[in-house]
Every structure is written in structure tokens, then in C-alpha cells.
């Protein structure tokens, strides 16, 4: 079974620290995928940035990165400077084929 | 317009009452999919489509009933409403294409009183 664990339910920081959302999950398969998603107040759902298993690399957008470590089924999303339209539900989710398996979700506040 | 539209963006419906939530996608993705969105559950996936007329279960289908007779429909119908199926309705949709991301609808969210 898939499984997409995101322990932080809550995140409030100060605008301008930096910020680290953690993602865990669970498969078998030795082929699978990995995804983040951002949901504004406005309630829909952005895609952010997919990984596939066999690519390790970490990857940086602007203020983004991402830290992909296999040997410990984690797909952490750091934001650098934080900003308030950075405040946010964020998924990670887990796929392969058909199915796309989500984890709770990080609500993430950036106070001013 | 281009893109996934979900249909209506909100509905109230009472406990009994048989409602369907409509889903259209323009560009003709195999995959199509439906989420229910619940505080502390994150997105569970009801139902999904892998292309015109066939579908199969995810994880939490019970009360719930779909069809896909035509690749851009995906309506997700509730036989009878309960107040447990309250909740925020995601469609998507996503190319045959394994690495690809899920592009999703606007919501739709439902209350059954």
C-alpha cells in the first residue's frame, strides 16, 4: 500500500525565515513518482513540482527547493525567505499509474 | 474555455436526496479522477477513471457512484446524501503519460443537511 505521511499539520512562522515542510511516504514499487501541491485561501490546487524515483537530484525555483532522499522515503519542500503569499495548505502526494495518493496536508502561515 | 471545470461550485443538498457533481475536462486525458477534501484527511481519492468506461475504486468509495461514458465527463453522483458526505469535491485529470502531474478543478463544496 502507498502511503503519503506529512506530520506537521501547522506552520506558523515570521516572514523572511526560512521554512521546511516535510514529506514521508510508503511504497513498494521501485518505480513511482512524487508531487507538491499548494492551496491558496482561494481553495484550488497548484502544482508545484513532480520528481520521479530513479532522479535524486534536489531541485531549486527562486525560493523553492526541493530535497529528495530515497534511503529515507522523504521529499522535503523548503522555502527560503518566506513570504506572506507563501501562506498555503501544501500536499505532497505519491503516484504511479493510475492513482495519486495524498498526504494530510501542512497549513502554513507566514505572518507578517 | 479550456482546461477542468467542476459543476456547481457549491450545493446544499438534505440527507436522502441524490445529487451529482458534474466534471468536464477539455483535453481529452485519459485519467480522470475524484477527491473528497476533509480537514485532517488531506485528499482521499473516491473513484477514478483510466478512460471511457472504465472506472475503478480508490479509497474511500462507499455512497458514491460514477460513470464515464465519454472521455471529457466524469460526473460523480451520491445515491443517497449523508451528513458525513459533506465535503470539499476535487475532479482532475491527467495525461496517459506515467510522470506527468494532475491538473485539477476548482471544487466543489457540498453540504448535506
Known amino acids: 500500500a502507498q502511503k503519503v505521511t506529512q506530520a506537521q499539520t501547522e506552520i506558523s512562522v515570521v516572514e523572511k525565515e526560512d521554512v521546511t515542510l516535510d514529506c514521508v511516504y510508503e511504497t513498494r514499487d521501485t518505480t513511482y513518482y512524487l508531487f507538491w501541491y499548494k492551496q491558496p485561501p482561494s481553495g484550488e490546487l497548484v502544482f508545484l513540482i513532480r520528481r520521479n524515483s530513479f532522479d535524486e537530484q534536489n531541485e531549486i525555483s527562486g525560493r523553492y527547493s526541493w530535497n529528495f532522499q530515497k534511503s529515507t522515503s522523504s521529499f522535503n519542500f523548503t522555502i527560503t525567505a518566506s513570504q506572506v503569499v507563501d501562506s498555503a495548505v501544501y500536499f505532497c502526494?505519491?503516484?504511479?499509474?493510475?492513482?495519486?495518493?495524498f498526504g494530510q496536508g501542512t497549513r502554513l502561515t507566514i505572518n507578517p | 474555455d479550456a482546461g477542468i471545470t467542476q459543476s456547481p461550485r457549491y450545493k446544499i443538498t438534505e440527507t436522502g436526496r441524490q445529487v451529482t457533481l458534474m466534471c468536464h475536462q477539455t483535453?481529452?486525458?485519459?485519467?480522470m479522477f475524484w477527491y473528497r477534501q476533509d480537514l485532517g484527511h488531506g485528499l482521499r481519492l473516491i473513484y477514478y477513471s483510466a478512460a471511457a468506461d472504465i472506472t475503478d475504486k480508490g479509497e474511500v468509495p462507499d455512497g458514491y457512484v460514477v460513470s464515464r461514458s465519454k472521455t471529457e465527463n466524469f460526473p460523480l453522483t451520491l445515491e443517497s446524501a449523508t451528513r458525513s458526505q459533506t465535503s470539499v469535491y476535487f475532479c482532475?485529470?491527467?495525461?496517459?503519460?506515467?510522470?506527468?502531474?494532475?491538473?485539477f478543478g476548482q471544487g466543489t463544496r457540498l453540504t448535506v443537511v
Open positions: 502526494a505519491l503516484g504511479r499509474a493510475q492513482k495519486l495518493v
Open positions: 483535453w481529452s486525458h485519459s485519467y
Open positions: 482532475a485529470s491527467r495525461p496517459t503519460v506515467p510522470n506527468t502531474e494532475a491538473f
